[in-house]
T-cell receptor, first 114, second 114 residues
């Protein structure tokens, strides 16, 4: 069965430090890959997406993610975290050729220390 | 407005009551999705519409859940005879009719069943 794993439930980093959030997926073929961010009481905002081509994708707010087919991973990175980045981050996959649903991971909550 | 609008933002229902949750998608978006997000979890797919046609309802947890989009725009998610396990945030999302199009989420309706 298809699944998305975000192994870290909660991460705390200092402001200005680098960040990497992990995401692994289990899928029969290369899916579409997404990272979303959710602030408390808000809906999900798309940070970036991977469809094909260059495996390093740039997103909004200075985030980037790298697709590694051999590791079935799509980790999210940011070189310098800002206090406003504190939120919950969700990795999601969608099946190619389908207009259907996304499968989300359980999320990683990011806290930022001053 | 420019985004996906959901109402009400909060709904408290007594066990056994029926509720109706409304979603106004982005104008022109053909696809509409409903997701359920339990506390501390990622969103889980409920159902998908393409225009007025409900093409996938595989995620609806029981026959107490019913969704409609009669004119291909506004959608309503109805839950009959609510149970405590229905307490969650219900997220609506819309997208264009292109494979892999990113979803644009509303802020959700938080349903609490007492």
């Amino acid at each position: 069965a298809q699944s998305v794993t975000q192994p870290d439930i909660h991460i705390t980093v200092s402001e200005g430090a680098s960040l990497e959030l992990r995401c692994n997926y289990s899928y029969g073929a290369t899916p579409y890959l997404f990272w979303y961010v959710q602030s408390p009481g808000q809906g999900l905002q798309l940070l970036l997406k991977y469809f094909s081509g260059d495996t390093l994708v740039q997103g909004i707010k200075g985030f980037e993610a790298e697709f590694k087919r051999s590791q079935s991973s799509f980790n999210l990175r940011k070189p310098s975290v800002h206090w406003s980045d504190a939120a919950e981050y969700f990795c999601a996959v969608g099946l190619r050729g389908s207009q259907g649903n996304l499968i989300f991971g359980k999320g990683t909550k990011l806290s930022v220390k001053p | 407005g420019a985004g996906v609008s959901q109402s009400p933002r909060y709904k408290v229902a007594k066990r056994g009551q029926d509720v109706a949750l409304r979603c106004d998608p982005i104008s022109g978006h053909v696809s509409l999705f409903w997701y359920q997000q339990a506390l501390g979890q990622g969103p889980e797919f409920l159902t998908y519409f393409q225009n007025e046609a409900q093409l996938d309802k595989s995620g609806l947890p029981s026959d107490r859940f019913f969704a409609e989009r009669p004119e291909g725009s506004v959608s309503t998610l109805k839950i009959q005879r609510t149970q405590q396990e229905d307490s969650a945030v219900y997220l609506c999302a819309s997208s264009t009719d292109r494979g892999g199009s990113p979803l644009h989420f509303g802020n959700g309706t938080r349903l609490t069943v007492t």
